[in-house]
């Protein structure tokens, strides 16, 4: 058995999750450790997986199918068969592995498949991220309403949002020559938009689109499952133990020749004074994560940077962006202090130290 951790966040209603499992290797470490948790139905091989899937009701399909990744891989077929049926389509699909293969991770992340696990691996943690897989399921359909269920909001002191339309207003103009001939250059450099709109996850899980010049490939979305296992600087442990939150890639052979000038010299950034005008963003804060990053950090300890508010800049940016020895706690510390302790000085120690930080050593 492997030893837990106390995670209280959300057991209320644990028993009320229903999972279907399949597979014999982890049977009884997931019997031990999590049956107290969740009404789970054991069943031994894929085939007795589906033929149990089958002989369900709409109102008693589960919210969670946990399986073992098989000799075979025959559990990939089955998630195919599971998404071309109505009742089984929006199912939370869980895959366990006993051998370390980059190769069945990336396939899982290619199948879009909710979380993939590698043995050892730690129950609490398992049981932590099926908890919010199903509440993130619950309230995916209103993430802009999401923000109105969290105990403590953020509000922009008016101080800091005259602060930002000033600094924002003025920059625009001021740079407004220089952003018409970066568009340009985008246009000749690469076929595809000159600007990149993205969904992004901000104060109190607020989702907007958020802009900047694009300095990638216009494939560069579907390449990223791929990038996200082999290329990932804050990738997972050799052993599996851990997950990484974060994806940022070392070298990404996705951007373009223009785009790595404009990345290392903050460029492709100039469009989220746009969203700062608009109220989506402060010029200091914590930067919004797109929402694969945004779902990652959903424990108390980590939820707390979605508490202040989202940023051009921030710590992270005027400490140790670029560097390789910036590890992925590193990072979400220095947002959770900024959340707790943010205020119109810091801010402007922030904004003074962003300047020598804008030409970066590392290509991320």
Not at 136 to 156: A, C, Q, W
Not at 163 to 183: E, K, N, Q, R, T
Not at 196 to 208: A, C, E, L, N, W
Not at 257 to 264: A, T
């Given at each position: 058995?492997?030893q837990?951790?106390?995670?209280?966040?959300?057991?209320?209603?644990?028993?009320?999750?229903r999972?279907?499992?399949?597979?014999?290797?982890?049977?009884?470490?997931?019997?031990s450790d999590?049956?107290?948790?969740?009404?789970?139905?054991?069943?031994?091989?894929?085939?007795?997986?589906?033929?149990?899937?089958?002989?369900?009701?709409?109102?008693?399909?589960?919210?969670?199918?946990?399986?073992e990744?098989?000799?075979n891989e025959?559990?990939?077929a089955?998630?195919?068969?599971?998404?071309?049926?109505f009742?089984?389509?929006?199912?939370?699909?869980?895959?366990?592995?006993?051998?370390?293969?980059?190769?069945?991770?990336?396939?899982?992340m290619?199948?879009?498949?909710?979380?993939?696990?590698?043995?050892?691996?730690?129950?609490?943690?398992?049981?932590?991220?099926?908890?919010?897989?199903?509440?993130?399921?619950?309230?995916?359909?209103?993430?802009?309403?999401?923000?109105?269920?969290?105990?403590?909001?953020?509000?922009?002191?008016?101080?800091?949002?005259?602060?930002?339309?000033?600094?924002?207003?003025?920059?625009?103009?001021?740079?407004?020559p220089?952003?018409?001939?970066?568009?340009?250059?985008?246009k000749?450099?690469?076929?595809?938009?000159?600007?990149?709109?993205?969904?992004r996850?901000?104060?109190?899980?607020?989702?907007?689109?958020?802009?900047?010049?694009?300095?990638?490939r216009?494939?560069a979305?579907?390449?990223?499952?791929?990038?996200?296992?082999?290329?990932?600087?804050?990738?997972?442990?050799?052993?599996?133990a851990?997950?990484?939150a974060?994806?940022?890639?070392?070298?990404?052979?996705?951007?373009?020749?223009?785009g790595?000038?404009?990345r290392?010299?903050?460029?492709?950034?100039?469009?989220?004074?746009i969203?700062?005008?608009?109220g989506?963003?402060?010029?200091?804060?914590?930067?919004?994560?797109?929402?694969?990053?945004?779902?990652?950090?959903?424990?108390?300890?980590?939820?707390?940077?979605?508490?202040?508010?989202?940023?051009?800049?921030?710590l992270?940016q005027?400490?140790?962006?670029?560097?390789?020895?910036?590890?992925?706690?590193?990072?979400?510390?220095?947002?959770?202090?900024?959340?707790?302790?943010?205020?119109?000085?810091?801010?402007?120690?922030?904004?003074?130290?962003?300047?020598?930080?804008?030409?970066?050593?590392e290509?991320?």
């Amino acid at each position: 058995m492997i030893q837990q951790t106390a995670t209280d966040w959300n057991e209320s209603s644990n028993s009320q999750i229903r999972i279907a499992y399949a597979g014999l290797e982890h049977k009884d470490l997931i019997a031990s450790d999590l049956s107290g948790y969740f009404n789970i139905k054991f069943n031994d091989s894929i085939n007795d997986l589906e033929s149990y899937l089958g002989e369900q009701s709409i109102l008693t399909v589960p919210d969670i199918i946990l399986v073992e990744v098989d000799q075979n891989e025959q559990c990939f077929a089955l998630v195919e068969r599971l998404r071309k049926n109505f009742l089984m389509n929006g199912l939370i699909i869980v895959m366990l592995s006993t051998k370390k293969d980059k190769k069945l991770v990336q396939k899982a992340m290619e199948m879009k498949l909710h979380d993939f696990y590698t043995f050892p691996f730690t129950t609490s943690d398992l049981r932590e991220r099926l908890n919010f897989l199903v509440k993130f399921k619950l309230i995916k359909p209103r993430l802009l309403e999401l923000s109105k269920e969290v105990d403590t909001t953020y509000k922009m002191p008016i101080g800091k949002r005259l602060l930002d339309l000033a600094i924002a207003g003025i920059m625009f103009i001021c740079l407004l020559p220089v952003m018409l001939i970066v568009a340009i250059l985008i246009k000749l450099d690469s076929k595809g938009p000159i600007f990149y709109i993205s969904k992004r996850v901000g104060t109190g899980y607020k989702v907007f689109d958020f802009y900047k010049f694009r300095s990638m490939r216009t494939d560069a979305d579907q390449l990223l499952a791929k990038m996200a296992v082999e290329n990932n600087q804050y990738a997972a442990d050799e052993d599996g133990a851990k997950k990484a939150a974060f994806v940022k890639i070392k070298n990404d052979p996705r951007i373009t020749k223009l785009g790595s000038f404009l990345r290392s010299s903050s460029l492709d950034e100039l469009p989220q004074l746009i969203n700062i005008l608009k109220g989506d963003m402060s010029v200091v804060g914590n930067r919004p994560l797109p929402v694969y990053e945004a779902e990652m950090l959903t424990s108390n300890e980590w939820s707390m940077r979605f508490l202040g508010p989202a940023g051009l800049t921030g710590l992270w940016q005027i400490s140790k962006r670029g560097k390789e020895d910036m590890s992925e706690r590193e990072r979400k510390k220095l947002d959770n202090f900024y959340a707790q302790k943010y205020s119109i000085w810091l801010d402007l120690k922030i904004i003074i130290g962003t300047v020598p930080a804008l030409f970066q050593k590392e290509k991320v």
